[in-house]
């Protein structure tokens, strides 16, 4: 069971919490999947994971927010990330929602159910105007959470040498 004190956001079937360096192990095995990371590099280690961690941490008491663990409420299993993370853009400061999940919960609907949490309270209890996402051209599952978040494709761009499709949803074009 969370601690309700750790818990960042609540969707039906989802707790988004900060997470901790005890979530190294469940962490570690949405990263280190070949198939989930093959727009990275390569495939996060426990080294990779634990600098990832400690990455989110330290945008939770620099900025109020981060990537959060994305955890099942039926059983408390965490199953991913998702949240708000800074980054620079040919040159400008934006606000990106990312989302890992682990690959044997696929296609449920999960990363758009986090993803879209993540918008509303980006907008809502943060006061973002826009919210991004950075996508390989060929992360079709990616491109399609992006879409089902009120996302479109603003442009194509070279983003840590990579190709990268930017994904883009502004709060003046939603109703909520
Ligand atoms: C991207 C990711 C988070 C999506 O997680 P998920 O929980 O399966 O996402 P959802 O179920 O909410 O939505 C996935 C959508 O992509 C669609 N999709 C998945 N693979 C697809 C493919 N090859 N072709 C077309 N559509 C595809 C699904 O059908 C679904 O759309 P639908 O609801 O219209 O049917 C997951 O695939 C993942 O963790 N990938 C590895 C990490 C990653 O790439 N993160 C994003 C970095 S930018």
Wanted: neutral net charge.
């Amino acid at each position: 069971m969370q601690n309700k004190k750790d818990v960042v956001l609540e969707t039906r079937r989802l707790i988004l919490r900060e997470m901790t360096l005890d979530d190294l192990d469940n962490l570690l095995a949405v990263l280190c999947d070949p198939e989930a990371m093959k727009f990275y590099p390569k495939p996060f280690d426990r080294q990779m994971t634990q600098g990832w961690i400690v990455r989110s941490m330290h945008n939770y008491s620099q900025h109020g927010f981060g990537l959060w663990a994305v955890v099942l409420k039926h059983s408390g299993e965490l199953i991913g990330d998702c949240g708000l993370v800074m980054q620079e853009v040919d040159g400008v400061e934006e606000v990106e929602i990312g989302y890992h999940v682990r690959r044997d919960l696929w296609g449920q609907g999960l990363a758009t159910e986090a993803a879209q949490a993540c918008r509303d309270y980006g907008f809502n209890h943060l006061g973002f105007d826009k919210l991004i996402s950075l996508i390989h051209p060929a992360n079709i599952a990616s491109r399609r959470v992006a879409q089902k978040n009120g996302m479109t494709l603003v442009k194509k761009t070279e983003w840590r040498n990579k190709p990268t499709c930017i994904y883009a949803v502004e709060r003046s074009s939603l109703s909520t």
